[in-house]
């Protein structure tokens, strides 16, 4: 099993970047994904990434803005967010999926951290 924090959420302006991060504890073996969830919504996936590192996917949404990475000797992942909307603005969760092998698509979330916010001001 593997447990997760997730940081460096926080209050940005439209155009403006963040970057959050992920830190795993226990196995890291998995692929991983970030997901978020705004206020009246649903939780969506954003983006996802194999346990290489070598395959990602991404929503259309955030496709061209955030990149997805990880670096397994710190068993950390990463959200790079660029260009920033208003709409981007949620609860941004980390999460292993401990079935999917080759991300083609988006992942599942099968283990999750707490979230870290992220409110982006127009």
């Known amino acids: 099993q593997v447990q997760l924090v997730e940081s460096g959420g926080g209050l940005v302006q439209a155009g403006g970047s963040l970057r959050l991060s992920c830190a795993a504890s226990?196995?890291?073996?998995?692929?991983m994904g970030w997901f978020r969830q705004a206020p009246g919504n649903e939780r969506e996936f954003i983006a996802g990434?194999?346990?290489?590192?070598?395959?990602?996917s991404y929503a259309d949404s955030v496709k061209g803005r955030f990149t997805i990475s990880r670096d397994n000797a710190k068993k950390s992942v990463y959200l790079q967010m660029n260009s920033l909307k208003a709409e981007d603005t949620a609860i941004y969760y980390c999460?292993?999926?401990?079935?999917?092998?080759?991300?083609?698509?988006?992942?599942?979330?099968?283990?999750w951290g707490q979230g870290t916010q992220v409110t982006v001001s127009s």
């Open positions: 226990g196995d890291f073996s998995y692929v």
């Open positions: 999460a292993a999926d401990f079935d999917t092998v080759v991300v083609v698509g988006p992942t599942r979330g099968d283990q």
């Open positions: 990434i194999s346990w290489s590192g070598g395959s990602t």
